[in-house]
């Protein structure tokens, strides 16, 4: 999964969300390591609606301005989740890994002659 898609669904799984509202959650949530562009969102938003991960849920005028709101559907909170589960089985095998090597730095080599 693309990470806008991921942070994208992450928003939306906490709750009904318009475009700005999943960018400023998304700076949030990673600490203000990831930062959507508007350009990438909406486009995101579009592709997937059409692949019913998300879908509209109204509209308002706010200042002049119309704001979409979009919720996750139910195919969206599996796909999230599966990712999610994903991210956590890669995240064990790093830690694992770390770990062995760690400890092969710090156990001495013995050479046998």
Same mark, same amino acid.
């Given at each position: 999964?693309?990470?806008?898609?991921?942070? @994208?669904?992450?928003?939306? !799984?906490?709750?009904? $969300?318009? &475009?700005?509202?999943?960018?400023? %959650?998304?700076?949030?949530? =990673? &600490? %203000?390591?990831?930062?959507?562009?508007?350009?990438? *969102?909406?486009?995101?938003? +579009?592709?997937?609606?059409?692949?019913?991960?998300?879908?509209? +849920?109204? %509209?308002? @005028?706010?200042?002049? $301005?119309?704001?979409?709101?979009?919720?996750?559907?139910? %195919?969206?909170?599996? $796909?999230?989740?599966?990712? /999610?589960?994903?991210?956590?089985?890669?995240?064990?095998?790093?830690?694992?890994?770390? =770990?062995?090597?760690?400890? !092969?730095? *710090? =156990?001495?080599? /013995? !050479? /046998?002659?």
């Amino acid at each position: 999964m693309a990470q806008p898609v991921f942070w @994208i669904l992450t928003a939306l !799984a906490g709750g009904r $969300r318009h &475009g700005y509202e999943i960018m400023r %959650e998304t700076a949030d949530a =990673s &600490g %203000e390591r990831v930062s959507l562009k508007a350009t990438t *969102v909406y486009a995101a938003l +579009d592709r997937l609606e059409r692949e019913q991960l998300i879908r509209a +849920d109204g %509209e308002e @005028i706010v200042n002049g $301005r119309a704001r979409r709101y979009y919720r996750i559907t139910e %195919e969206g909170s599996d $796909r999230l989740a599966a990712e /999610v589960e994903l991210l956590e089985q890669f995240a064990r095998a790093a830690r694992a890994s770390m =770990s062995t090597s760690r400890a !092969a730095a *710090v =156990s001495p080599r /013995v !050479a /046998v002659v």
